[in-house]
């Protein structure tokens, strides 16, 4: 199993690998840059040979990161969607080159109460993005989302009708996450209910799409629509459905990525141990 926590690469990229090893993971999550800005820190080639070092000795990864939450690809305002179409082309080139697995990407938020207009957005924008970042392996991940007001992705459907109107292209791939899945309405506290919702993702846009997750508890009960997280077995889900998830023979061969609030991310010691109880 691969189990890690999103942390800070702030500082570099083997720091982030040094606390990953403290705290027991195998790999780790990461702001591609500063969630709520725009500035990227510029990632030399003496830091990524560093870091390639690393991996290459400690095995860790695969690397998932995340894009900013600024990023609104559905939105009518037009500077705003083309800065995030370059945003994401950029960190694709950004994060490949430092052999990043996948960034994740909030498909988007529709402000209009016009769900058509905002997938059209999203659509042309993903197809830009894609463009401009060319040959990458980093992949692009759609998370799946809770479901609050306005926000896109919150079904399998609309993941795949995503999906389906750029072609499918084998860069563009989907990230889980227990807690806006919990919320969004499925019942992840079972196997059947899994089983369940993997099937709706089938029909949808076929689960070999899906690459990593993102492990959290969810402070709100199924089909609250809240994305909120919670540590891992205090909330909602708790230990049994934390469980059921990282023992399903599907979603354990994921890269799971822990986002629970912590006030250091030393503390993610802790929910690393627990995942790895849970997992059996
Ligand atoms: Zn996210």
Not at 258 to 267: A, G, L, N, S
Request: glycine residues 12%.
């Amino acid at each position: 199993m691969r189990i890690g926590a999103h942390i800070s690469i702030a500082k570099s990229l083997s720091e982030a690998g040094r606390l990953t090893r403290t705290i027991g993971g195998d790999t780790f999550g990461f702001h591609t840059r500063n969630p709520r800005g725009s500035a990227a820190r510029q990632i030399g080639a003496e830091e990524i040979a560093d870091w390639r070092t690393m991996q290459h000795e400690t095995g860790l990864g695969p690397l998932v990161g995340h894009l900013p939450y600024v990023i609104n690809l559905a939105t009518p305002k037009d500077g705003i969607r083309e800065f995030g179409e370059r945003v994401v082309g950029e960190d694709l080139k950004r994060c490949d080159a430092f052999g990043t697995y996948g960034i994740v990407l909030h498909p988007g938020h529709d402000t209009e109460g016009d769900r058509p207009a905002a997938m059209a957005r999203i659509i042309a924008h993903l197809n830009g993005a894609l463009q401009a970042a060319g040959q990458v392996s980093t992949l692009l991940l759609l998370e799946t989302m809770a479901g609050q007001t306005g926000e896109v992705g919150a079904t399998p459907a609309e993941i795949g009708a995503l999906l389906e109107a750029v072609g499918h292209p084998a860069g563009l791939g989907v990230c889980l996450d227990s807690c806006h899945l919990f919320a969004a309405g499925y019942d992840m506290r079972s196997r059947a209910g899994i089983d369940a919702m993997l099937a709706e993702m089938d029909a949808a846009f076929g689960r070999d799409r899906i690459r990593a997750m993102h492990l959290n508890d969810s402070k709100f009960p199924q089909g609250s629509h809240k994305d909120r997280h919670e540590k891992l077995g205090q909330g909602e889900l708790g230990r049994q459905g934390i469980a059921a998830v990282l023992q399903h023979p599907f979603l354990r061969e994921l890269p799971f990525i822990i986002e629970t609030p912590v006030d250091d991310h030393r503390e993610y010691a802790g929910e690393i141990a627990v995942a790895r109880e849970l997992a059996g």
